[in-house]
Nanobody, 128 residues
Framework: QVQLVESGGGLVQSGGSLRLSCAAS????????VSWIRQAPGKEREAVSC????????YYADSVKGRFTISRDNAKNTVWLQMNTLKPEDTAVYYC?????????????????????WGQGTQVTVSS
């Protein structure tokens, strides 16, 4: 079964840290760009970060730059999002996403990463 599974979310106090993981099954992430996007209740979906498939370049939204770090482990077919110095405004459901091919419309982030497939998400709640 082709799927992306996010984990690592939870409740944390402001200033705390969480590490989200995105594990793929049924396909390999190794040659794909992978993105993290988030959506808070009543708000638009927001691009958080992505790691490109070509040279491993990383990209971040201004709101998380310097606090979040995206990385990948090809041997484990997993991408992580290390989130430090969390703020209440980081509260959202976080999704990892990638381009699995096919005919579905694609979204492009940071001019570098595309996605048309994402997981079920993991909830991150930051209390003040």
């Amino acid at each position: 079964q082709v799927q992306l599974v996010e984990s690592g979310g939870g409740l944390v106090q402001s200033g705390g840290s969480l590490r989200l993981s995105c594990a793929a099954s049924g396909f390999t992430l190794n040659s794909l760009s992978v993105s993290w996007i988030r959506q808070a209740p009543g708000k638009e979906r927001e691009a958080v970060s992505c790691i490109s498939s070509t040279d491993g370049s990383t990209y971040y939204a201004d709101s998380v730059k310097g606090r979040f770090t995206i990385s990948r482990d090809n041997a484990k077919n997993t991408v992580w999002l290390q989130m430090n110095t969390l703020k209440p405004e980081d509260t959202a459901v976080y999704y990892c996403a990638t381009d699995r091919g096919g005919w579905e419309s694609r979204y492009r982030l940071f001019g570098a990463c595309e996605y048309n497939f994402w997981g079920q998400g993991t909830q991150v709640t930051v209390s003040s």
